[in-house]
């Protein structure tokens, strides 16, 4: 527990990260950063521990320009990934997976059997009702964020994506995926901490990380519902957002405008990303997460 203990150590006395020695190691051959699973596993164990309840975990959290280059994931994050991938490429149904911190066991819990939504959602009342189901049959003791997947074929007719699951780099997070993760981070909005949210769509896997400022940022300017926020982003980058044809709780309608050139929505998520000081990273199915915001000097082929 070497790097869980150094985070203690690292802020009681408020300093800043430190890479440990295999980092420095790797970004001096490679000019890449690299976390271990096992480093990426204790970081997230760090955030959720009780023991640091008092200290209050945003203080555990790491500053934006401190995230790897590439974080690496164990094979049952993968294994996960494509049960869920398999799954709604036939159905064509969104899933959602729970990401936890189980009672005395130093593993990550995810959810094995990843629950069935909608074709562009999966309603509020039954993830709740799983989580709860979870945390009472499971000995979970907190829960650090979830996967879900996003159907290909819907976001090729809703966001004009190209129509191939194979299409490496066109994956992204809706603009509702990005308030919701960003509100259940802003204390003034919920008591939730999510750290980390991911997707999973086509061949790609993409995983949001919160940094130590992004609940400043979300309250100083995220607004107070998803109609607003989503209607912001899309107006001012060339798309229209129709309130009437996005149902509360579900997927986002949005076509694009007739007078300019709209921007992807992958690359409204690093707009939302710099706003809001949040990680971005996308891999390839049983590949390692590489980091696409902060701009990373390493790309997918």
Same mark, same amino acid.
């Not at 891999?283 to 696409?292: K, S």
């Given at each position: 527990?070497?790097?869980?203990?150094?985070?203690?150590?690292?802020?009681?006395?408020? *300093?800043? #990260?430190?890479?440990?020695? *295999?980092?420095?190691?790797?970004?001096?051959?490679?000019?890449?950063?690299?976390?271990?699973?096992?480093?990426?596993?204790?970081?997230?164990?760090?955030?959720?521990?009780?023991?640091?309840?008092?200290?209050?975990?945003?203080?555990?959290?790491?500053?934006?320009?401190?995230?790897?280059?590439?974080?690496?994931?164990?094979?049952?994050?993968?294994?996960?990934?494509?049960?869920?991938?398999? *799954?709604?490429?036939?159905?064509?149904?969104?899933?959602?997976?729970?990401?936890?911190?189980?009672?005395?066991?130093?593993?990550?819990?995810?959810?094995?059997?990843?629950?069935?939504?909608?074709?562009?959602?999966?309603?509020?009342?039954?993830?709740?009702?799983?989580?709860?189901?979870?945390?009472?049959?499971?000995?979970?003791? *907190?829960?650090?964020?979830?996967?879900?997947?996003?159907?290909?074929?819907?976001?090729?007719?809703?966001?004009?994506?190209?129509?191939?699951?194979?299409?490496?780099?066109?994956?992204?997070?809706?603009?509702?995926?990005?308030?919701?993760?960003?509100?259940?981070?802003?204390?003034?909005?919920?008591?939730?901490?999510?750290? #980390?949210?991911? #997707?999973?769509?086509?061949?790609?896997?993409?995983?949001?990380?919160?940094?130590?400022?992004?609940?400043?940022?979300?309250?100083?300017?995220?607004?107070?519902?998803?109609?607003?926020?989503?209607?912001?982003?899309?107006?001012?980058?060339?798309?229209?957002?129709?309130?009437?044809?996005?149902?509360?709780?579900?997927?986002?309608?949005?076509?694009?405008?007739?007078?300019?050139?709209?921007?992807?929505?992958?690359?409204?998520?690093?707009?939302?990303?710099?706003?809001?000081?949040?990680?971005?990273?996308?891999?390839?199915?049983?590949?390692?997460?590489?980091? #696409?915001?902060?701009?990373?000097?390493?790309?997918?082929?």
């Amino acid at each position: 527990m070497e790097f869980f203990e150094g985070l203690f150590r690292r802020f009681k006395k408020q *300093e800043r #990260v430190q890479p440990k020695p *295999e980092q420095r190691q790797v970004a001096a051959k490679d000019a890449v950063s690299l976390w271990s699973y096992s480093y990426f596993r204790e970081y997230l164990r760090s955030l959720a521990s009780h023991a640091f309840a008092e200290e209050g975990r945003e203080k555990f959290l790491l500053p934006i320009n401190q995230y790897p280059e590439q974080i690496e994931l164990s094979r049952d994050w993968h294994t996960l990934f494509n049960h869920m991938r398999r *799954e709604t490429a036939l159905d064509q149904k969104e899933k959602w997976a729970m990401i936890g911190l189980k009672i005395d066991d130093p593993a990550i819990y995810l959810q094995k059997t990843a629950i069935t939504g909608l074709s562009d959602a999966v309603p509020f009342h039954i993830i709740e009702k799983t989580m709860m189901h979870a945390l009472k049959t499971s000995d979970i003791a *907190e829960r650090l964020g979830s996967i879900h997947t996003h159907p290909r074929d819907k976001t090729d007719k809703s966001w004009i994506m190209p129509p191939t699951p194979t299409n490496i780099g066109c994956g992204h997070f809706s603009l509702t995926d990005m308030f919701n993760h960003l509100a259940s981070n802003n204390s003034k909005m919920y008591v939730f901490f999510r750290p #980390v949210y991911a #997707v999973v769509e086509g061949n790609e896997n993409l995983v949001i990380l919160i940094s130590q400022t992004t609940d400043y940022k979300a309250q100083s300017y995220l607004p107070r519902t998803r109609d607003q926020f989503v209607e912001e982003w899309y107006t001012k980058n060339g798309w229209k957002y129709d309130r009437e044809k996005t149902d509360e709780g579900n997927g986002e309608y949005a076509t694009p405008m007739t007078q300019r050139k709209e921007t992807p929505i992958k690359d409204i998520n690093i707009q939302i990303a710099r706003l809001y000081d949040l990680a971005i990273y996308r891999g390839h199915t049983n590949g390692p997460l590489i980091r #696409v915001f902060p701009p990373s000097i390493s790309t997918l082929p």
